[in-house]
């Protein structure tokens, strides 16, 4: 079973028109749960890093959200240069823990 | 920039040859990372590195062996890769020892094709 599913696999949208991105995890104990962006072509950019259910963050159009079961990335009035790819990832309590990422979910904003 | 860079960003190589990818961080960080990105699957991690010391082997093949000369700079050699080897390899940084709760943050990737 993976610890860290995103859904939908890919999402369309037209430029303006908001969405949410889902990332559920499945952990004993979470220690922290990240999310990136990832342009073709280039490493993963460290967008946010949530600690405990309730927090919230944002930057520029986007919002991360988190619940004990599953965050949120809301993208407000997307435009075409938010088309990327969006990596969540979970690190779980306890000594050796290590990064769990999801696949990921594509986004691509039609102008 | 992220302040990591790797090198080189694109390498195609035969099954019996032998070459290194290499890492620079210039972030100050303590702790490095090689992943293995492969097209509809999870960035898998492969070896980590606190202090230059090697903390983690995710089960990799002995084809490839990590290098770790100080805490800036690490390299992943390889050595009669197979085809299924093709992938992006991505090299991160992050400060503090070991995971902990720190960002991690990733150079460009090198894009690897082995025929």
């Known amino acids: 079973e993976d610890q860290v599913t995103q859904s939908p696999e890919a999402l369309r949208l037209q430029e303006g028109e908001s969405s949410s991105l889902n990332c559920s995890y499945t952990?004993?104990?979470?220690?922290?749960l990240f999310w990136y962006r990832q342009d073709p072509g280039k490493g993963p950019e460290f967008l946010f890093t949530?600690?405990?259910a309730g927090e919230e963050k944002e930057k520029e159009r986007l919002k991360a959200t988190l619940t004990k079961k599953e965050s949120f990335l809301h993208i407000t009035a997307p435009k075409p240069e938010d088309s990327a790819t969006y990596l969540c990832?979970?690190?779980?309590?306890?000594?050796?823990?290590?990064?769990?990422f999801g696949k990921g979910i594509t986004l691509s904003v039609r102008p | 920039e992220t302040g990591v860079t790797q090198t080189p960003r694109h390498l195609v190589m035969g099954m019996t040859n032998k070459k290194s990818l290499k890492c620079e961080q210039h972030?100050?960080?303590?702790?490095m990372y090689w992943y293995k990105q492969s097209a509809k699957k999870p960035l898998e991690l492969m070896f980590v590195?606190?202090?230059?010391?090697?903390?983690e082997n995710n089960s990799v093949p002995s084809r490839f062996s990590p290098e770790c000369p100080n805490s800036s700079h690490l390299f992943l050699h390889l050595h009669t890769l197979q085809p299924e080897d093709s992938a992006l390899y991505l090299c991160?940084?992050?400060?503090?020892?070991?995971?902990?709760?720190?960002?991690?943050?990733f150079g460009p990737g090198t894009r690897l094709t082995v025929t």
């Open positions: 991160a940084s992050s400060q503090g020892g070991g995971f902990g709760t720190y960002e991690q943050y």
């Open positions: 952990v004993s104990g979470l220690r922290g």
């Open positions: 949530l600690y405990s």
């Open positions: 990832a979970v690190l779980e309590t306890g000594a050796n823990s290590k990064l769990t």
């Open positions: 972030l100050g960080h303590n702790a």
């Open positions: 590195y606190n202090f230059k010391e090697q903390t």
